[in-house]
Every structure is written in C-alpha cells, then in structure tokens.
C-alpha cells in the first residue's frame, strides 16, 4: 500500500500553533485589551522573547487567530468549491453553522472581539469591515444564482438578503451563547432560508452542543 | 392658562445622572473590563468617593446604564401601550431601530457588552440571559397575534421568529457600526417582516445616520 506521507509540522511550526491555541483560548476569555502578550507566553509555556520570536506583537496574534477560522470557512465557501452548484455553498454554509455549534469557545471569541471591534481605533477594526464586505459580497452572488435557478425566480435583493443572513447567523450567536438551550442556530437558519423560497436540501443534523 | 410644573431633579439626582452618562460614554469607548471606577469618577469630575455615594461599584453603573435603555424600549413595547393592537407594537419595534441608528455610541455599547456578557462570570451575564429570555418571550405574543389576524392566518413559529428578529437586530448592529453607509438596519428589518408575509404600513423614514 502506498499512502501520501503526511506532513511533519517542524518544531517552529509546532511552538506557532501552540502560542495561536493559547491566545485563542485567552482572548476567547477575557477578551483582547484584558490578555498580555506576557500572558499567552506564560500560558503556552515559553518566555516573552519566545513569543516575540514567532509573532511581531498581540495585533498580530489576534489577525492571525481570527484569520485561522475565515481561512478554512473561505475555503469551504468560496475556494476550490467557488464552482459547485449554489445549493452546495449554500448547504457549507449551514455546515459551517452546525460545526460552531460544536465550538463555543471560538463562537465567543469571534462575539467579543467583533464587538470591540466596531470601534474605529481597535487593531482588528479593518479586519472586520474587510471581512463583512467580502462576505455580503460572496453570499449575495450564491443568493442571487439560487434566486435565478427557482421556479419561479424569485426577485429578493441579493445584497440585502445576504446583508440579513450574516446579521441572523451573528445575533444567533449571542443569543445560544447566552442560553444554549433556548437556541439552535442550525434550525434557524435553515428556517429564514426556507422563508425566503430558498431550496435548502438538507437533513437534520446531530445537535452537537453536547460538547459544549 | 395652567401646566404641570416640570420635575427638577435635585442636586442628587443631576450627580447621579452625570456618573452615568460618564459610565455610558467611557464603557462604550473602551469596554467595561478596561475601564476602572476611578476613571469614570475622573470623567464626571467627582472624586471616588464622590461616585461611590451613589453607586456601591462598577457592576451596579453597568447595569444601571444598560437599564436605562432597556427601560424606555421596554415601556415603548410593553409598558402603557401593551393593550395596543399588535401592529402598533411592530412600529414601536421598527421605531426603536430607527432611533438606534441615531445613537451609535449607546449601540457600540451595547454590541460591545453583550459579547463581553456571553461569558457566564461576567457581571452582566445573568441580565442579558434575562433581557433576550424577556424579549423573544413579548415579542412571540405580538408575532403570534399579527400572525392570527392575518388573512388566511400564517403559521410561523412565534418564538422561532422572535429569535430571529432579535437576531437579526442585534446582528445589524455590528455590520452597521462597521460600515454604516452600507447598512439601513430600518429599511432590512422592514424587508425581513414584510418576507414573513406580516404587515408593516410604516413609511419610509428619513435615514438618520447624519448625526452618527
């Protein structure tokens, strides 16, 4: 049998996921202005000029935390898979909602720092009105080719359903965060589409929020 | 000619209101943990002692300040008006977004201690469990009632629905502090009832967002 060898990750490789896993795991907590860069290096175990080593400083760190997730969510909506059907994007979007819903460390970081991050001084401002663009932008093209594909086309506005969709997928994550019970953001999701004459062709899925 | 003789707030109650417009604008700028008691005391040109006369600490002015607001939307949408009919209650609702969008800094605010409160030992945590349970609770009786007088009558979810208002409003929010010549969070939540088949006879109100 002949198998791809995997990937080794080098030790430097190594130590950089270690110090994004533990300041993952402070901001998610206490948020960014509460976390020291002293603190992610005592936590992942290594000096301050260790951590300096790897990253110039926490700005840097937070991008890249945040820009972990956006990458791999990208990827899933719009990279290799930019081709495929609509209604394939559109059902890695509700993947993507189903799989947060196993994560609620990472969903609470992405509340809170895009909270703080609406102020116009905060390092990750321009990350986010970048990232909310880009979004808008992608969704509206995948609503606008399921709009044109149903029978009969529908004549939303894609741009504002796209707008309302990332608003509903946010806001759903504050209110599971705050009483997980009470909220299933997969469902709900699934609902707005539907309510819009959207095909949404997918089954029920496990709640995986015993994990969390 | 006779009018009622207008309340005049004494000395006391003019301090208390300064500490809190003081708590309001330092906690919308930085955040409730970054920003410390004697700050606002600084802010409101009083001493620590001064402001810890009128409030027993930096909890009790969070909640006070977050409060303040809820108490007035809660009076515009359940308070003397509850028996109103239910349409009336969707343009106080449709109101309320409209004014937000005139006070960008009380809605950072808001944006930037709900995510904060997400976490179970933050001071807020319990009144924003309470706030959403409250909301989605009222707003799925006026959901509910505006569904059965509908003709032929509609059959949402009431509480699905209320979940995904709130969502969606709260979701705005963000977009709309990140960008706001991009988002009119009236004009999407109008779209998003009218969607659900419910009747909203509201006109188009001029866009505030010059004051912003």
Redesign the interface.
Known sequence: MTAQTPHRPSKGERTRARILDSAAELFS???F??VSLRDIAAHAELTHAGVLHHFPGKESLLIEVLGRRDRIDAKLLFGTNADAPPEELLEALIGIVARNMGTPGLV?LY?????????PDHPA?AY??DR??VL?ERLAEIVSALSAQADPPLDH?PV?VA??L???????Q??W???PD??DMR??VV??LR??GLHVDTPQAPDPRGTA
């Open positions: 907590r206490s948020g202005a509460a609470a509340v809170k720092i895009s909270g703080e991050a609406t102020a401002h986010f009105v909310y663009r808008r506005d504002a707008q309302q990332l608003a509903l997928m946010d806001g759903l504050t209110q965060l705050l009483e009470a909220v469902a709900s609902t707005f309510q819009l």
